[in-house]
């Protein structure tokens, strides 16, 4: 028990060193141009759809119901991390002069986004409460119309630019860029999906993580079991709200430039094709799907809205053919094992 410990404190060790150098790599690469504009917006597209559909996967992965809305999540922390880095960095219209110095932004652009993140969570406890006694497509619906709900607010907020967005956070990054010249963008979201992913592992491979996997497979067992679902359910949703939250930030910030149709139906359906295409439950999958998702969405760019015809349909074919996803319910590790078992068969 104690070598097999040992081997995964290594393994769980090596993966860090191995990611970190990747991040260091990427960052060279960027701050000397050879990775140009374009290709680090794609990364930094695929690094915040791995936080969203993550997220999205706590809820409709691993605890087995079915959000439809999470996008509204999404712009609660797009929204609020904004404001906050545009009043607290920038010249703004709300307060004239930024209330603290610009160079400030390097050490409490991430205070933002998690400040973000939490009112974010604070949003899904509010779709948690009269959650608790719905499932199924009565979950489907409160989400929904908790999605428009946020989309009408910010339509009709003319202090926040309504229908026509916000804009002012490359302010932030240029304030940033003013202390230490760095692809700042890049190394945030990169920065944070590590963080996002090891949260999510952790949480999901505790006591509390089985606890919402048990809602999953049986709600009334897991109570008989002594599961207090009710408080699963919440924490499930908060925690997967705020990280919805965080990728908003991210999201506003990378673009420099938000409106609430940034986050409507759509966004929330790509969240939702991503967590089916990857697997339920399977933080791997989740990963490589929006990978995928990400690299697809840019393929099809020259279609214009012609690309949401094929989304849906791939959809369709993936409940079709693949009900399970690409990694079902399991984790890369356990699938690398699998891979090896059987090639070492093979060749015996």
Known sequence: MSLAKNNSKKQSLLIAALVLAAMIVITILAQMRILNQYIQSVMMSIGINIIFASSLNIVNGCMGEFSCGHAGFMAVGAYISSILSIILFTENKFFGAP?????????????????????????????????????????????????????????????????????????????????????????WIMAFVAICVIAIHRLMSSVLGKGIF???????????????????KLLAFMFSSGLAGVAGGLFAHMLGFINPASFNIQKSTEGMVMVYLGGMGSLSGAVISAVLFSFLLEALRPLQILKWVFIPLLLILLMQFRPEGLMGNKEFPAMWRQIKKFVSGRRK
């Open 214 to 232: 048990a809602i999953r497979y049986d709600e009334i067992s897991a109570e008989i079991m002594s599961v207090n679902t009710n408080r699963m």
């Open 99 to 187: 209330l603290l110095p610009p160079q400030s932004a390097v050490l409490l652009f991430p205070v933002v986004i998690l400040i973000g993140g939490a009112i974010a969570a604070i949003a899904g406890l509010l779709v948690a409460i009269p959650s608790f006694k719905t499932r199924d497509d009565y979950l489907a619906i409160i989400t929904i119309a908790a999605n428009y709900i946020v989309m009408t607010a910010l339509n009709n907020l003319e202090v926040l630019g309504a229908s026509r967005g916000l804009m002012g956070m490359k302010g932030t990054v240029t304030a940033m860029n003013g202390v230490v010249s760095l692809p700042w963008m890049i190394v």
